[in-house]
């Protein structure tokens, strides 16, 4: 699971995870710890990736085609499977994105709206 960092709001939209790993590989490959940190360190602490969902997820994309991995050696010398988005994967993140842009643009007039 994707949890937020704030104790008070730990529900995560169905979906954010996929899209953050699917992102977080549009920039470059790397292995499953790596994505985790990433994800942390882009969304500046807010998400908390638990190792467990993680690879669950990374599993779930590379079944759907979205992601191809091979073995690699690390720089440490350590053997770590690397995940790189495929083609699919670019056009799914493609997708997701226009999505999310659409819903946050829904929940800001919302929001302005209440306000």
Do not use: C
Request: hydrophobic residues 40%.
């Amino acid at each position: 699971m994707l949890a937020m960092m704030d104790e008070h709001n730990t529900d995560v939209i169905q979906g954010t995870m996929d899209m953050l790993i699917l992102k977080t590989l549009s920039l470059e490959p790397m292995h499953g710890f790596g994505i985790g940190r990433r994800i942390e360190q882009i969304t500046r602490g807010v998400f908390k990736v638990n190792p467990g969902s993680l690879l669950t997820a990374l599993q779930r994309l590379e079944r759907g085609g979205w992601l191809d991995a091979e073995w690699r050696r690390t720089e440490n010398s350590r053997r770590a499977k690397v995940y790189t988005l495929t083609r699919a994967g670019r056009k799914q993140l493609e997708n997701e994105t226009a999505d999310w842009a659409r819903r946050a643009g829904a929940i800001a007039r919302l929001l302005k709206a209440e306000g």
